[in-house]
């Protein structure tokens, strides 16, 4: 499906009026599929629960009915998913703009197609047999069974997309407690599936998702006997929350993703690279540029390629303004740290400006500024389009500065340079999951470059990029040669 503005705008007014005229929906109508709407008749159903219990329950009896089922079966879920998570883009992303208010609708649409298109299904999972004088042994990879999920804000129906495409080509079913600031769209989503699901396959519920989530149904889910795995996808809080569980977790963690540029970069390339990946869906990628640190040698003429390149660059002073806007002091005495203000968070360029005491072209797709190391927009994942640059004596130097603004947390990391010994020394400094070199940050998950997409990246718990493998735990099975030898 080719999208354009006047798809975009004709639906976006269209569901934007279906949305407000519908007191007492959780969200938008139903796809062509069906007539009827997310309401409160239909939890229960199709995925959707008012509490833990139930939802975990539900998935359980569709987990052990997916088990009766062959592979193919799989398969034939994950297409239905696919297709209406291409299908219903344009729909299901202006749903999720108009309930979040963050980020950018075209980054919304994409973002749904793409996980439809791209994320690994059941061709992932991989049966290793060795074989020798001894028997045969048969490693196989089993589901592990109900998983929990926690969702974010910032990829609400996305995340839940992509993590169900990968859980259920492992076998497993779900039970998600989305961000409370994208459960309506989440809801909406869960629903469409399910029902198709139900209909085409006969097994309803391998989505279950608590429609009222709170912190208390969260730690429910964590603590639930019959969870039998969790997967996180959030902020340092939910991370931790999750790794206190006492479950097994696969844990997709913050990121503070650094850039550096080092004097032989390619700076023209390098700020459209900087560019497309700050600027998109308004920086609420955890893999996104976040901050960049520029050797002194070409530090100015990297802020002129950003110019021509259409970003605007804005004053100390305005950077000043800036940060007071965008940025606050939370926590009490060694837990104090600067995170960003839910008013700017995820909004367009143009705001930022005028936070910053600056009229810009509404266009604008990312500001920036000079600012020093230890500079709270250094610091923050700040998730909103401005970028810090910091001057650098060296390359040495910028790839420590790197390491200290990425905080340990082995996420994503970026550099632009023709140096194959500099890109070589970071990538082993920094030891990211994702490492982007002399592209942008969404190269690392095939958008523009090689490999598969998911936007659960294990960092804290190892897991990486996760796949169907990810939620799978081996089996092994042996025939062993003493069989042969008693019947002789």
Same mark, same amino acid.
């Given at each position: 499906?080719?999208?354009?503005?006047?798809?975009?705008?004709?639906?976006?007014?269209? &569901?934007?009026?279906?949305?407000?005229?519908?007191?007492?929906?959780?969200?938008?109508?139903?796809?062509?599929?069906?007539?009827?709407?997310?309401?409160?008749?239909?939890?229960?159903?199709?995925?959707?629960?008012?509490?833990?219990?139930?939802?975990?329950?539900?998935?359980?009896?569709?987990?052990?009915?997916?088990?009766?089922?062959?592979?193919?079966?799989?398969?034939?879920?994950?297409?239905?998913?696919?297709?209406?998570?291409?299908?219903?883009?344009?729909?299901?992303?202006?749903?999720? *703009?108009?309930?979040?208010?963050?980020?950018?609708?075209?980054?919304?649409?994409?973002?749904?197609?793409?996980?439809?298109?791209?994320?690994?299904?059941?061709?992932?999972?991989?049966?290793?047999?060795?074989?020798?004088?001894?028997?045969?042994?048969?490693?196989?990879?089993?589901?592990?069974?109900?998983?929990?999920?926690?969702?974010? &804000?910032?990829?609400?129906?996305?995340?839940? $997309?992509?993590?169900?495409?990968? *859980?259920?080509?492992?076998?497993?079913?779900?039970?998600?407690?989305?961000?409370?600031?994208?459960?309506?769209?989440?809801?909406?989503?869960?629903?469409?599936?399910?029902?198709?699901?139900?209909?085409?396959?006969?097994?309803?519920?391998?989505?279950?998702?608590?429609?009222?989530?709170?912190?208390?149904?969260?730690?429910?889910?964590?603590?639930?006997?019959k969870i039998a795995l969790i997967?996180?996808?959030?902020?340092?809080?939910?991370?931790?929350?999750?790794?206190?569980?006492?479950?097994?977790? @696969?844990?997709?963690?913050?990121?503070?993703?650094?850039?550096?540029?080092?004097?032989?970069?390619?700076?023209?390339?390098?700020?459209?690279?900087?560019?497309?990946?700050?600027?998109?869906?308004?920086?609420?990628?955890?893999?996104?540029?976040?901050?960049?640190?520029? &050797?002194?040698?070409?530090?100015?003429?990297? *802020?002129?390629?950003?110019?021509?390149?259409?970003? &605007?660059?804005?004053?100390?002073?305005?950077?000043?303004?800036?940060?007071?806007?965008?940025?606050?002091?939370?926590?009490?005495?060694?837990?104090?740290?600067?995170?960003?203000?839910?008013?700017?968070?995820?909004?367009?360029?143009?705001?930022?400006?005028?936070?910053?005491?600056?009229?810009?072209?509404?266009?604008?797709?990312?500001?920036?500024?000079?600012?020093?190391?230890?500079?709270?927009?250094?610091?923050?994942?700040?998730? *909103?389009?401005? @970028?810090?640059?910091?001057?650098?004596? %060296?390359?040495?130097?910028? @790839?420590?500065?790197?390491?200290?603004?990425?905080?340990?947390?082995?996420? $994503?990391?970026?550099?632009?340079?023709?140096? @194959?010994?500099?890109?070589?020394?970071?990538?082993?400094?920094?030891?990211?999951?994702?490492?982007?070199?002399?592209?942008?940050?969404?190269?690392?998950?095939?958008?523009?470059?090689?490999?598969?997409? %998911?936007?659960?990246?294990?960092?804290?718990?190892?897991?990486?990029?996760t796949t169907p493998m990810t939620?799978?735990?081996?089996?092994?099975?042996?025939?062993?040669?003493?069989?042969?030898?008693?019947?002789?």
């Open positions: 499906m080719q999208i354009n503005e006047t798809l975009i705008r004709s639906v976006v007014e269209q &569901v934007i009026n279906q949305v407000r005229n519908q007191p007492g929906t959780t969200g938008a109508p139903a796809s062509s599929a069906s007539t009827s709407t997310v309401s409160n008749a239909t939890r229960g159903k199709h995925g959707l629960f008012d509490n833990v219990d139930a939802a975990v329950a539900a998935a359980r009896t569709a987990f052990e009915e997916l088990q009766k089922r062959p592979i193919d079966d799989r398969r034939k879920i994950i297409d239905i998913i696919r297709r209406i998570s291409i299908s219903q883009c344009v729909e299901l992303g202006t749903m999720e *703009m108009e309930e979040t208010k963050i980020g950018r609708l075209v980054h919304k649409i994409e973002k749904l197609k793409t996980l439809g298109e791209k994320t690994p299904g059941v061709e992932f999972l991989k049966t290793e047999c060795f074989s020798g004088d001894h028997g045969l042994a048969v490693i196989e990879h089993a589901p592990f069974g109900v998983i929990g999920a926690i969702t974010p &804000v910032t990829h609400s129906l996305p995340t839940i $997309t992509g993590n169900a495409i990968s *859980m259920i080509a492992g076998g497993n079913t779900i039970v998600v407690n989305p961000h409370p600031s994208g459960k309506k769209v989440a809801a909406v989503g869960v629903e469409r599936f399910n029902r198709a699901i139900a209909a085409e396959i006969g097994i309803d519920n391998l989505i279950c998702l608590i429609c009222e989530p709170t912190l208390e149904t969260a730690q429910q889910l964590f603590k639930h006997r997967c996180v996808t959030g902020g340092p809080a939910v991370a931790r929350a999750a790794l206190n569980s006492g479950k097994r977790a @696969v844990v997709a963690g913050p990121g503070n993703p650094p850039v550096v540029v080092d004097e032989t970069a390619d700076l023209d390339l390098a700020a459209r690279c900087i560019i497309q990946g700050a600027a998109y869906d308004n920086n609420l990628l955890c893999i996104a540029e976040k901050e960049v640190f520029v &050797v002194n040698s070409v530090f100015d003429a990297m *802020m002129a390629a950003m110019e021509r390149a259409g970003a &605007v660059r804005l004053s100390g002073p305005e950077v000043d303004r800036l940060t007071s806007a965008a940025l606050q002091e939370v926590g009490e005495g060694s837990d104090k740290h600067f995170a960003a203000r839910k008013e700017l968070l995820g909004q367009d360029a143009y705001k930022l400006a005028e936070a910053a005491g600056r009229k810009v072209d509404p266009r604008t797709e990312l500001v920036f500024g000079e600012t020093t190391a230890d500079h709270p927009f250094v610091q923050t994942e700040q998730m *909103m389009p401005f @970028v810090p640059f910091v001057r650098c004596p %060296s390359f040495e130097a910028a @790839v420590e500065c790197a390491q200290q603004a990425e905080h340990g947390y082995r996420h $994503t990391s970026m550099i632009h340079s023709r140096n @194959v010994r500099n890109m070589t020394v970071m990538a082993r400094a920094m030891d990211t999951t994702l490492f982007v070199k002399n592209g942008p940050c969404m190269a690392s998950l095939g958008l523009g470059g090689e490999g598969y997409i %998911s936007f659960s990246i294990a960092g804290p718990t190892g897991e990486g990029v939620f799978t735990r081996e089996r092994r099975c042996s025939l062993i040669d003493d069989l042969f030898i008693l019947g002789r």
